[in-house]
Structure formats: C-alpha cells, structure tokens
C-alpha cells in the first residue's frame, strides 16, 4: 500500500482527476484483469518444439477479430516453421510482436 499512496502523492491535481474518472468508468480495474490474465500466462510454452518460452519470446497474432489466436515462439526459426506449416497465406491479419515484460 506504500507504492500506492507514493503514486498518489505524485499525481498533480489534473491527473489526479483523469485517475478519479478512470477507476469510477472502470479503466483500472479493466487494466488490473487484464495484467493478472499476462501474468497467469507467462508461462508458456513453444507451439513448436514445446521448450518453455521466457518473458522474450515472440508472438504470433493471427486470425479473424472475433476469434483471434496467440502462439508463442522460442526462436525465430519455430515461428516460421509454423507459419509455413500451420497458416493459410490468405489469412489477412497477421502480427508479430517481440513480447517483453509489464505487457
């Protein structure tokens, strides 16, 4: 609780307001959810050669909005082996992101 009021007593009046807003419309709660949900998964695994991935590894973002999937990579060469393997060339929305702590 110490960390919390330090961060409280930083913010000038202004920010301090936006910060009211954000927790009544529920912004900091969703962000919370979502932090315990990065933090519940980090442990994951290659979706190729099943070795343990860290915090680094890469991420594939693929498929339509409604039903999109993330497959985690231990090195370069297992996301391209999966891409060559496992996706569709039409798929049309594809991201690569290098994932890294506090996402």
């Known amino acids: 609780m110490n960390n919390f009021n330090k961060f409280l007593e930083e913010l000038n009046n202004d920010e301090l307001e936006l910060f009211e807003k954000d927790l009544k419309d529920g912004y900091v709660q969703k ?41 985690h990579f231990c090195g370069y060469d297992c996301m391209q ?8 060339k039409d798929i049309k929305s594809i991201k690569i992101e290098k994932a890294s702590k506090g996402q």
Do not use: H, M, Q, W
Request: charged residues 40%; aromatic residues 12%; proline residues 2%.
């Open 31 to 71: 962000y919370i959810d979502r932090k315990k949900e990065y933090l519940r998964l980090k442990d994951k695994s290659c979706a190729v050669c099943g070795n343990i991935v860290d915090e680094e590894c890469f991420v594939l973002t693929f498929g339509e909005p409604s039903i999109r999937k993330r497959a």
């Open 81 to 88: 082996y999966f891409i060559e393997k496992n996706i569709r």
